[in-house]
């Protein structure tokens, strides 16, 4: 075919079309007989429009204006190819070809920069991933599996002009690279891209020959795919401009290569898309090989050739604004060594873990007494927050060294907490790829056989299969060993490792297999890779499924240390869910209390012991003087179930009065006075006969808003007067004092008031749930309904007051108390037992002796203001709710018909898991943050949350 068909390297400078928008509306009209309007689109090498009938606002198709570099036998093969998938893959949306009133449009114009071919075709609805925003792991999953479907549809097509030569095509990719890089004007961009290709060719020409061939797309990239307005996953490919026969595997690597510049991606951010990918269309053994090195070489392709089109065509804004992306691209693709990624891969695939390098000799040194020290999370050495601390793991070092030891040392492989970094936004680097060891007496480095300086404080030592490197010697004097010094070995190939000297848990399959554990060369027992541990899998197996937990794949939680969070990797994150810590996870005093009462005595509350007495009377202390009898349960489920029998009996009725859309137990009562359908779709259609409901007081989506929620009180009052009227005067009305389960939302002034005084009038009493909010939470208030200047009959609290421990307390009046022996004895096992109530007393001193409600009104206030500053900026924050340290943020749709947010709140949520956030969605439609974090958090914890918001906001999720 020779000259036939378009070969790159006859073309390498390819400046695209540039025709005036007067032009092509003029040819557009004079060959398809329709007036348009135009709207540029970009393109690297061709120039593509938006095209409307004049006056429209519905698009005609995309006009796409040919580089005349190209045939029309490639131009038709494009849509030959389209039209394939779109048949084979009717699910998957692709562009065909417009029929106007003078047949298909797609002809040849004789235009003022010579002869192009134009066509139009379909405007698919939706928006491309371009730009740089997030890509949520489930996008990136879907990106794979489209990859996959075109390869399978495009599998046996074949045509006269798909052997033509792209420089797209990786086939070719080290050429494009010999070709455009001594173009290149920058000598730091030329070794950078020169070193990167090279390690890339390397390791690609081991498989080349092998790799299986086909047609392909070779451009499901980020531009060139679309998702609905309203649906979070792409389902359509378009642009089929470089469709040619070439590597099968390059169609999934050039999707991962486009995912890598996004917000937050990392090397192993394309997982997702190479499991999808290979789920549906299996790579071989030579493909898994050469997949990262491909994506590396695309990376560079596309640094070299977008920054020779800027410099042909300065005008292509399309090109010049993709310089930075396409740099990433590369930089992140290359930023470990080829080996590594395509470990990860395969480790990604299934395939078992394959050894790096062992140590086979004899050992360097050996010691009478070598300790390990353990600082993974939940080691002791971490316990009340010594992880934070930089001298915790020398520390440890040294008190093994002080004891005895001979040497001591921290093995590599194993995640490591102490010294972990707080707050951070990635995951951080918190594995070893090496041993610290520290002597407890100096050493001659001779001892360690023949020696080699590597460099100023590094020697290196090496036997026949691999090097000992050993760092941290002093540069001068570098002849011995220090004693009760750090020393930092890593065991590789090579004179000097390539590894980082700690790195993330994501990257270790792909970093053992270059480098191994150095203990043995100095008589140390290897650490083999724990098995892997599917704990999730096992709790699902287990727990009944309605027992769920947050996240679809959450981070395994073992340690806990004031406002922070912290999993098995050494991650740590900032809780700002967790009202069951309401003094913070783990205080030493809180846990001092539990163990001294462990080890005295624990039994049940029908016992006499004074904990319970003190307990009772520090609670009655907090509240009214007519609330002075405590009940003590263990949960809030349990002590609403507890308050609602007490009105029954103390009244001698059965119908109950409560607010819609709350939430408030599982027992059979707490959940039948419970109305969420976020919790229970059906709620509102299965309450028994003797639950009635009133509106949510929601002054912001309710039905009344504004400052006609003065009308839900009277409205309320209404529905109990009614059930009065009609012979069934309710034995209590029942209501969260401040909507938490809404988002924080404050009740109407007065509504308590008014609301207490009507279930009151007939007899009956006023039963307030504080199990959210109450305990000095709000900050201004220790109890909800003092927010409202109202006392209730009954006060139901739990969550916060045991600080994890399972407290519940009903806290009522004496006379409304001792009714409830109509309905017989009480009695609780483990309600008030010792150990409960030495716990809730710590819990108290904690908030008193540490100012915890202070700290949730000043805190609180500062994050509610930050809060509302960005509510100002975007405008899917419809309202910031709440008070103190219990807020709402709820996202919206539509600031006028406040729809929800919901599945944008979750992806939110995920999102800012990611950066180091845990968050969880509340409310009917699961549209708003709850917010209430331990009261111990502090100021700068707030900032890095709102930080985090804003990030997800501004980048996507």
């Known amino acids: 075919m020779g000259t036939e068909y378009f070969d790159y390297f006859q073309h390498v400078e390819l400046p695209s079309p540039a025709l005036p928008d007067d032009e092509v509306r003029r040819l557009f009209t004079a060959t398809f007989g329709v007036d348009v309007d135009v709207r540029s689109l970009g393109s690297q090498q061709d120039q593509n429009f938006r095209v409307f009938e004049r006056g429209s606002s519905n698009p005609l198709?995309?006009?796409?204006?040919?580089?005349?570099?190209?045939?029309?036998?490639?131009?038709?093969?494009?849509?030959?190819?389209?039209?394939?998938?779109?048949?084979?893959?009717?699910?998957?949306?692709?562009?065909?070809?417009?029929?106007?009133?003078?047949?298909?449009?797609?002809?040849?114009?004789?235009?003022?920069?010579?002869?192009?071919?134009?066509?139009?075709?379909?405007?698919?609805?939706?928006?491309?991933?371009?730009?740089?925003?997030?890509?949520?792991?489930?996008?990136?999953?879907?990106?794979?599996?489209?990859?996959?479907?075109?390869?399978?549809?495009?599998?046996?097509?074949?045509?006269?002009?798909?052997?033509?030569?792209?420089?797209?095509?990786?086939?070719?990719?080290?050429?494009?690279?010999?070709?455009?890089?001594?173009?290149?004007?920058?000598?730091?961009?030329?070794?950078?891209?020169?070193?990167?290709?090279?390690?890339?060719?390397?390791?690609?020409?081991?498989?080349?020959?092998?790799?299986?061939?086909?047609?392909?797309?070779?451009?499901?990239?980020?531009?060139?795919?679309?998702?609905?307005?309203?649906?979070?996953?792409?389902?359509?490919?378009?642009?089929?401009?470089?469709?040619?026969?070439?590597?099968?595997?390059?169609?999934?690597?050039?999707?991962?290569?486009?995912?890598l510049h996004h917000d937050g991606a990392t090397i192993t951010s394309g997982l997702p898309a190479i499991r999808a990918f290979h789920a549906r269309r299996p790579l071989d053994e030579h493909e898994r090989t050469a997949l990262w090195p491909l994506v590396v070489l695309r990376g560079a392709v596309l640094a070299l050739s977008g920054r020779q089109q800027v410099r042909l065509d300065r005008e292509n804004t399309y090109a010049s604004d993709a310089l930075d992306r396409e740099m990433r691209i590369l930089e992140v693709a290359a930023s470990v060594p080829v080996q590594v990624m395509t470990s990860l891969i395969r480790d990604a695939l299934g395939e078992p873990s394959r050894a790096g390098v062992e140590w086979l000799g004899a050992p360097l040194l050996t010691f009478a007494r070598g300790v390990a020290i353990d600082a993974g999370t939940l080691s002791?050495?971490?316990?009340?927050?010594?992880?934070?601390?930089?001298?915790?793991?020398?520390?440890?070092?040294?008190?093994?060294?002080?004891?005895?030891?001979?040497?001591?040392?921290?093995?590599?492989?194993?995640?490591?907490?102490?010294?972990?970094?707080?707050?951070?936004?990635?995951?951080?680097?918190?594995?070893?790829?090496?041993?610290?060891?520290?002597?407890?007496?100096?050493?001659?480095?001779?001892?360690?056989?023949?020696?080699?300086?590597?460099?100023?404080?590094?020697?290196?030592?090496?036997?026949?299969?691999?090097?000992?490197?050993?760092?941290?010697?002093?540069?001068?004097?570098?002849?011995?060993?220090?004693?009760?010094?750090?020393?930092?070995?890593?065991?590789?190939?090579?004179?000097?490792s390539p590894a980082p000297e700690r790195t993330t848990a994501a990257l270790v399959p792909g970093w053992r297999s270059l480098l191994g554990d150095p203990g043995p060369a100095f008589g140390l027992s290897p650490q083999h890779p724990d098995p892997r541990d599917d704990v999730l899998g096992r709790r699902d197996a287990v727990l009944a499924e309605v027992q769920e937990h947050y996240y679809a794949h959450p981070p395994q939680i073992e340690r806990g240390w004031k406002e922070y969070l912290i999993d098995v990797e050494g991650r740590v994150y900032l809780d700002m869910v967790n009202n069951i810590a309401s003094v913070g996870h783990a205080h030493p005093r809180v846990a001092d209390a539990a163990y001294r009462q462990l080890r005295l005595l624990n039994t049940n509350s029908r016992f006499h012991y004074r904990a319970i007495a003190d307990y009772a009377e520090r609670i009655a202390a907090t509240l009214p003087d007519e609330l002075d009898t405590v009940f003590f349960v263990n949960s809030g489920s349990e002590a609403v179930d507890l308050a609602i029998r007490l009105a029954q009996a103390s009244t001698g009725r059965d119908d109950v009065v409560a607010m819609r859309e709350a939430y408030h137990g599982?027992?059979?009562?707490?959940?039948?006075?419970?109305?969420?359908?976020?919790?229970?779709?059906?709620?509102?259609?299965?309450?028994?006969?003797?639950?009635?409901?009133?509106?949510?007081?929601?002054?912001?989506?309710?039905?009344?808003?504004?400052?006609?929620?003065?009308?839900?009180?009277?409205?309320?009052?209404?529905?109990?007067?009614?059930?009065?009227?009609?012979?069934?005067?309710?034995?209590?009305?029942?209501?969260?004092?401040?909507?938490?389960?809404?988002?924080?939302?404050?009740?109407?002034?007065?509504?308590?008031?008014?609301?207490?005084?009507?279930?009151?009038?007939?007899?009956?009493?006023?039963?307030?749930?504080?199990?959210?909010?109450?305990?000095?939470?709000?900050?201004?208030?220790?109890?909800?309904?003092?927010?409202?200047?109202?006392?209730?009959?009954?006060?139901?609290?739990?969550?916060?007051?045991?600080?994890?421990?399972?407290?519940?307390?009903?806290?009522?009046?004496?006379?409304?108390?001792?009714?409830?022996?109509?309905?017989?004895?009480?009695?609780?096992?483990?309600?008030?037992?010792?150990?409960?109530?030495?716990?809730?007393?710590?819990?108290?001193?904690v908030i008193r002796d540490e100012g915890l409600q202070e700290n949730a009104r000043r805190v609180g206030s500062h994050l509610k203001s930050r809060l509302e500053t960005l509510r100002d900026q975007y405008p899917i924050i419809g309202a910031v709710h709440g008070s103190g340290l219990y807020l709402g943020l709820e996202f919206i749709r539509d600031q006028d018909t406040l729809e929800p947010a919901t599945l944008e709140t979750a992806a939110i949520c995920d999102r800012l898991r990611e950066l180091g956030v845990i968050m969880q969605p509340t409310g009917d439609h699961l549209n708003v943050f709850k917010i209430k974090p331990p009261l111990c958090i502090t100021e700068e914890s707030a900032d890095y949350f709102v930080d985090a918001v804003a990030h997800v906001l501004a980048t996507g999720w």
């Not at 939706?126 to 997030?134: I, K, N, Q, W, Y």
């Not at 086909?214 to 998702?227: E, P, S």
């Not at 009340?384 to 590599?412: I, K, Q, V």
Request: glycine content about 10%.
């Open 61 to 259: 198709g995309v006009l796409k204006l040919s580089n005349p570099a190209f045939s029309e036998t490639e131009i038709a093969m494009q849509d030959a190819a389209s039209a394939l998938v779109g048949e084979r893959e009717p699910a998957l949306r692709v562009p065909r070809a417009v029929v106007g009133p003078r047949g298909t449009m797609s002809a040849w114009w004789d235009t003022s920069q010579g002869r192009i071919h134009a066509r139009v075709i379909e405007n698919l609805e939706g928006r491309t991933l371009m730009g740089s925003g997030h890509l949520s792991a489930a996008v990136v999953e879907r990106m794979g599996d489209l990859a996959a479907r075109v390869s399978l549809a495009l599998a046996d097509f074949e045509h006269p002009a798909a052997d033509r030569v792209l420089q797209w095509d990786l086939r070719h990719a080290g050429r494009v690279i010999d070709t455009l890089l001594p173009l290149e004007p920058e000598a730091d961009v030329r070794a950078t891209i020169r070193a990167a290709a090279d390690d890339a060719l390397l390791a690609l020409d081991r498989v080349a020959d092998g790799l299986p061939i086909q047609a392909g797309h070779f451009d499901i990239t980020d531009d060139n795919v679309l998702r609905r307005s309203d649906e979070p996953l792409p389902d359509a490919v378009i642009d089929f401009g470089d469709v040619v026969r070439s590597w099968r595997v390059g169609e999934i690597a050039v999707t991962v290569s486009s995912i």
């Open 380 to 496: 002791e050495v971490n316990a009340e927050g010594a992880w934070m601390r930089e001298d915790t793991l020398a520390g440890a070092a040294l008190a093994a060294l002080d004891d005895g030891a001979d040497a001591a040392f921290l093995p590599p492989w194993r995640p490591v907490l102490t010294g972990a970094p707080a707050r951070t936004p990635s995951a951080p680097a918190t594995v070893p790829t090496g041993m610290s060891l520290w002597l407890a007496e100096a050493t001659p480095v001779d001892r360690l056989g023949t020696v080699s300086a590597v460099r100023p404080g590094m020697i290196a030592v090496t036997g026949e299969h691999g090097t000992i490197t050993v760092s941290g010697l002093p540069v001068t004097g570098a002849d011995v060993l220090p004693a009760r010094t750090p020393l930092f070995v890593q065991l590789h190939h090579g004179p000097e």
């Open 666 to 845: 599982w027992t059979y009562a707490s959940d039948a006075v419970s109305t969420s359908i976020a919790d229970n779709p059906s709620a509102l259609e299965t309450r028994p006969d003797w639950v009635h409901t009133v509106a949510a007081a929601n002054s912001y989506r309710g039905s009344h808003r504004g400052a006609d929620a003065v009308k839900y009180a009277p409205e309320a009052a209404e529905v109990i007067d009614a059930l009065a009227a009609a012979g069934t005067p309710p034995a209590a009305f029942l209501c969260e004092s401040y909507f938490g389960n809404a988002g924080g939302v404050a009740l109407p002034d007065g509504y308590l008031r008014q609301v207490y005084a009507a279930v009151r009038r007939h007899g009956g009493i006023a039963i307030a749930d504080e199990v959210q909010v109450g305990f000095g939470r709000l900050g201004e208030w220790f109890w909800g309904f003092q927010q409202q200047d109202a006392v209730p009959d009954v006060v139901a609290v739990a969550k916060s007051i045991g600080a994890g421990q399972p407290i519940g307390a009903v806290i009522t009046s004496r006379a409304i108390a001792d009714r409830y022996r109509t309905q017989g004895y009480f009695f609780s096992s483990t309600g008030g037992s010792p150990l409960s109530s030495v716990v809730g007393l710590a819990v108290l001193d």
